[in-house]
């Protein structure tokens, strides 16, 4: 599975939502609130083994802004 | 059904979103009553100020007794112990916190005793289980109020499901054991009785603990029962000659010590014990039986055995956290063992009377019919979960259910038996369902089968009809439901005189009775309604 098909999965776990696109940002997205916003961090943190600074959470508002700090980390 | 949660920080992660409600943080202003149960959840907040602490944790006090004196007591109140999980002394003399945690977690389990829908759950039985920083992320805490660490959210909610299950009364009901290298070390066909590593140091000393543990477990109201390929000659004389022995044939209900294979052996045990193979664990060392067991009875429940003598402590807190575990043990619980054991000498009296009637004069049986009350309702609604094979309807009731019936109107009796063997306890239940002025229903019905075989469901129910009788209803309503193991029942109303009016497609038969006659009781029972 790649990075994006990864994230993808996570989100639809904690957001509760079947269909999830690339598109979905914390705009568009109810169920994406800030307690969910944390979880999907802390599943983050530990799907790829990174540790994610509180600055950091509070910029991954949408799906692309969440693969690049991912990617970011990773390298 | 809706669950309202009283809670001081962010426990989203850890109940989820599913038919939970929250309060707002320490917010106790809403106390609905249009919800199922409620929960106080709270945990002691963050705070360098050791007597400032103190006091904010004695309010909580005062705040759960306004919730609770405001909540719906028909509901489950489910109440979480506190526990501290950032103890900070910046003298080592510094107790006011510890205080005031343990004033509250005593008040509050305290509650629990003196309120029947009050339950009170140790929270340090989960917290315990991790180290101080693996228990609380601190990023998370400063980002959203919640001090349990999210990353612990799944394995929460695991553990608040077994105890959701001990809440509900749902646990096995009998533990099935083989002996070598289970219960001792060793062979005993080969090591002798003194040969076996029990007692003593290391490797004994472990399956003494284990043993010790297994005798509190029928103390509880598990039953214990032995299925071992041994000679049985050789394990009397271990229980009667090895000092070390802790359990003793007085502990278990049923044994089946001998060459026959294992699952033949289990069913017997079963049957003789009257219960469901699904309500059993079994528990061998050797991968091969526990396979043969899984294979041919699926029903059984075969958790792992542990490889090594050091890992019984361990394993047996699993066992307990799995499988047996209720809120609450009733006194006829604690007495299982002996009333299974004291059914075994009913038996053997059985066989030397020439018929039933002068069998059953003998017993010598007291049947007391009393309405439901705070102190027998736990064991009523347990007895609805539990019952299968006695049980006209298995309409299955939580506690709350119950006192709602009630509140409605219904009436529920509850039926204890002694005779000269031994007090059986609370061993029967019946529910009335007012249907018209002059009509009563049966809802349900059910004994347990420790008391079947002696004509007891008839005295029971025969009661009950002249008690309507004598009250002035005319007529008696009720159903039999077909289950898999309620097949004894199929014909008891017919047997009781009533009509059967009518067959549905799933075999449910309807039954009515005109109330014109008293009923006829055998004058060998002596039955008070209290």
Known sequence: MNLENQVLEIMREVFGIADITPEVSQKNCERWDSLRHLTMASELEDAFDIELEPEEIAEMTDFARVINMINSKLK | MITFVYRNQTV??????????????????????????YIW??????????????????????????????????KPFIIFSLVNLYPLKLTGDDVAVDHA???FNRHASLLAEQHPHVKWVDFSEFTSRYDAWSLVNWKYYLMSQSLINPKLAHDFQDWWQQVERGLALKRKKCLVLD??????????????????????DYPGKAFSYWQRALV???????ILAVCSKNNETDVQEAWDCNPFMELKREHFSAWRINWTDKVTNIRDIAEELNIGLDSIVFIDDSPSERELVKQMLPQVTVPDFPEKPYQLMP??????????????????????????????????QQARFADMDSYLRSLAMEIDIIPADDFNLPRIAQMTQKTNQFNLTTRRYTEAEVRQRLNDGWRVYCMSVRDRFGDSGVTGAIFLEPIDWDTVGIDSLLLSCRVLGKGIEEAFMG??????????????VADYIPTAKNGQTADFYDRMGMECISIADDSSKHYAMSLDKVFELKDYYNIKVL
């Open chain 2, 101 to 103: 945690v343990m004033d």
């Open chain 2, 179 to 200: 002996l070598d290298n289970t219960l001792w070390g060793g062979v005993l066909g080969e090591d002798g009785v003194d040969g076996i590593k029990l007692g003593g």
């Open chain 2, 315 to 348: 394993f047996f807190k699993q066992l307990v956290e799995r499988y047996f575990r209720i809120y609450a043990v009733t006194p006829e619980d604690r007495n299982k063992t002996q009333q299974y054991q004291a059914n075994a000498m009913r038996k053997a």
């Open chain 2, 41 to 74: 959840c709270y945990q002691v907040p963050v705070n360098a100020d050791s007597a400032q602490l103190a006091q904010e944790i004695a309010s909580y006090r005062d705040k759960l007794d306004l919730v609770l004196s405001k909540a719906d007591n028909n």
């Open chain 2, 12 to 37: 989203e992660p850890l109940f989820g979103d599913q038919g939970i409600v929250y309060s707002g943080y320490d917010d106790i202003s809403q106390v609905p009553q249009d919800v199922d149960s």
């Open chain 2, 216 to 222: 509190q477990l029928a103390h509880n109201g598990v």
């Open chain 2, 463 to 476: 009661s009950i009809l002249n008690l309507l009788h004598e009250e002035g209803v005319q007529k008696v």
